[in-house]
């Protein structure tokens, strides 16, 4: 076992200080992130980069009031000072000398995996190269590849003074793939990534080569595609295009912090029918090498699966430490912050549509007319009101039962609540697909999955009649 | 001299013969105050400090080879370990001999002063006072804002040192404070939210009565909204989203998407993009923008930029990099995200020349139309390399030249293309908004409206 980012009994000291005013609760969370990253662009490699951070965020809770502080000083003289500034907020002054004792530490279970700092560098950049040249043989019509790799080594402490004393240790590792094809029409791109809390074996399972002709026929498809319609119609999503889907319809929605301010539509709706009988809504940060998987959250929570939706029903939503405070009950595990130069706020983590029954390629075949996504690019929420957008990057008309022509990139907009109800159909060919969740200013990694399902009616935000 | 230049100096000579090192280090100060119902939610304060290196090989017969590391760190043997890092990487970079630092090119910076000192000085218990304030204020504000999810003070103090082996020597200081909030707005089973921002050099500078008349305004005069017909009309474009729209359009004038086929601006210098009203400018020495400066990311000397002159594509904005790959020279126009980013090309304050209506006439001149309010989904559903357009809307229908009945749920699409070539109007409404580009009211026809 490596050694502590910070030794429990600086840990010990430092949490005395940060209560010295006063307070309910005292909280370290230090953080050593390495990360390396490879761009190939217009066929050369252009830039292999690395970067080191590290450092210690401290919170100190008083009432209804956090005072934050962080400082990439990992010395007991540094750490003190921010413990003081994150003090500053206590005023009472009547904390006095506090003993803090821990448990002893817990760390996740040990994982086999190939580090990638072990992987010489000439091996990543073959990835790229392969990549470029897989992409580049679909066709002359693909006139631009970019390759990115990257891969992240996060190492965590979490210690409180509600007996929290965790260290986990995160690997991930991505490879995306953007390619511009170019035709009459003018230019068109596609995309497609691997992205897994996993370290280089995942390239064992998965040839980049694969991945980049995904993303060269997703753009010369489109070369031909034609405006995308404007209008109500009948959309099929396939299996593992993006669960962003139920990440912006419901998921923000559900986070509590949204809740205990009412800024949500879900307020208040625990027990009651959100959503079609068809849906059973998760959230799970441990699933097996998912993009938003942790062994333990950014509060030294265990990560866990929580049902959120079952069979239309809603069931609970998601918690933090602090909004689980406010309800007397404990936080779900998905407290997560960006870095430790950010409070932990509520996040998903993997969050997915349970598969259903039907055959994938029924459900086309029973829409006379429609759209058939076949890759989600992401989307956005105002959880306020419910209304959420969708961007398609890889779609087609669906005319009498068959999948047709292709069609441009459009956005799709609903709102949550009324479009969960309308899923009449999920066929059993789930798939999952990772994605960067941006809320508040921080980023973090998470997952979305769902099998291929029908919404009887959404809007498509295309320009044909 | 700063301690962070100096800093900067000692890295950059930690050169070797046939190599060239670029040290960027960076500074930061910051505090936020979040007030909720009544209390602060939260006081955070912070000092980072980081450094970004790049070291380029030039001994290579096939050209230069460039390799890049960073650190959230300035103890110095952690700054030595990153030269190290910058240089092991660039042994394995492809080599090119486009690559290059800049040189020293003979402009001189703006004298810009971005520097509030009070944003250091004014005792963070009056930071404290202005959030609560203005949660206090909105609370009250209209008997129909029944939420006060968010009001925020924040403020940075940022000093930047750039030095490098070719003779770049840039030191770079700005301050900013900024007071948001965001008001919800109920009636029965509706609700809807609304966000007003104030941004400023300094304290003082902050309006708190802006923030809260224009969350109270942009949430209770969605109240009621329903979802509207298709249609294909004129939308009124409100300041902000034109801010975030011309930021688009900037992505598709770097020099860098164009050399490297990945702009639909690529080949047309000279044509008319745009309607006649359309004259856009990048002008990071205005004091007035955001992000105003005086040195771009390599430190060149930040110059003005015009881009499109009455619809008449002029030309593209450059770093050291792309402007060799395309045969010019730099534009002043490197940006970086920070120490932990390298150079690319960006704009840093993109305004439209104003025209002569404000937000009003253009309404009656329009007549029947739709005023989009904010946008939703513009990661998703613009694509600066194809021009496809498409984003979730939220507004107020025009009709007879006013503001008439709100609309949700729907969606405005068309190409980046055919709505340049489609501005129909221009407002002389320009505001100065945090981001790339300023905004005023802009008017463009033909779009389609989804809906019902």
Redesign the interface.
Known sequence: MASPLIEADVLERVLSKALVKGGEMAEVFAEDRRTGSAVLDDRKVEELSSGRERGAGIRVVVGETTGFAHTADLSEAGLVAAAEAAAAVARSGGGGTRTVGFPQRSTPPPRELVAPADVDKPRKLELLNRADDAARSVGGSITQVQVGYGDSRRRILVASTDGIHVEDDQTRTRLSVQCVATGDTGMQTGYESVARTEGFEVFDRIAVEDLARVAANRALGKLSARPAPSGELPVVLAGGSGGFLFHEACGHGLEADHIVKDASVYVGRVGELVASPLVTLVDDGTVGGEWGNFAFDDEGKPSARNVLIRDGVLTDYLWDWLRARKEGRASSGNGRRQSYQHLPIVRMTNTFLMAGTEDPDELVAQTPRGVYVAKLGGGQVNTATGDFVFGTSEAYLIEDGRITAPLRDANLIGNGPDILGRIDAVADDFGMMPGTCGKDGQSVPVGCGQATLRITGITIGGTAA | MSDLMTLAERVISAARGGEEIEAYVARGHDVEVCA??G????????????VGVRVLLTGGAEGPR????????LEPE?VA??VL??RD??A???P?AHLAFATPDGVDPAGLDLWDPTVGEVP?DDKVALALDLERRLRSADRRI??V?SADYADERVEVALASTTGIRAFSRRTGAYLSAAA?AGEGAD???GVGFSVARGFEGLDPDRVSTEAVERSTRMLGAV?PT?D?LTVIFDRRVVSTLLGIISAALSGEAVV???S?FAGRTGEQVATESFTLVDDPTDPRAFRASAYDAEGLACRRNLLVESGVLLGFLYDTVSARRAGTVSTGSAVRGGY?G?PGVGARAVVLAPGDQDQGAIMSLVGEGLFVQSI??????V?P????F???V?GLMVRDGRLAEPV????????LQRMLLSVVHVGNDLEWLPGVAAGQTVAVGDM?????
Not at chain 2, 376 to 381: E, K, R
Not at chain 2, 408 to 415: K, L, M, P, Q
């Open positions: 909720y119902d209390d602060v939610e939260s006081l955070s304060s912070a000092t980072t400090g980081g460039l390799g890049f590391a960073w650190a959230g760190s952690v370990e990153t890092a910058a990487n660039a394995f970079a492809t090119d963070t029944r939420q999810p919800i609700s809807h939210i979802k298709s294909r490297k086929g990945r639909f932990a390298t939703i989904g513009v990661h998703s559903g694509n390399v194809s021009g496809d498409s984003v979730g939220e949700r749920e729907a969606t405005v699409a068309s190409t389609q409206l989804s809906g019902n």
